[in-house]
């Protein structure tokens, strides 16, 4: 299953933007995968990650050990 993700503007100053356009080039990666990355580590330090959904089971049920 995709994740839908949402697109939104996000205002920073010049010194905040070339600072976190420094770290994303340190560790290889996108500005917007670098805010991804240190949004989602503030969330689970913080407690607040979403429970990850869970499939529904198969109709046919649990397998079962031979």
Known sequence: ?????KNFVLRLDEQMYEALAAW??????????QMEWLLHKAL????RLPKPRQEPPSASGPKKKK
């Open 44 to 47: 689970k330090d913080a407690g």
């Open 1 to 5: 299953m995709a994740v839908e993700k």
């Open 24 to 33: 994303a080039g340190d560790e290889f990666r996108s500005m917007n995968g």
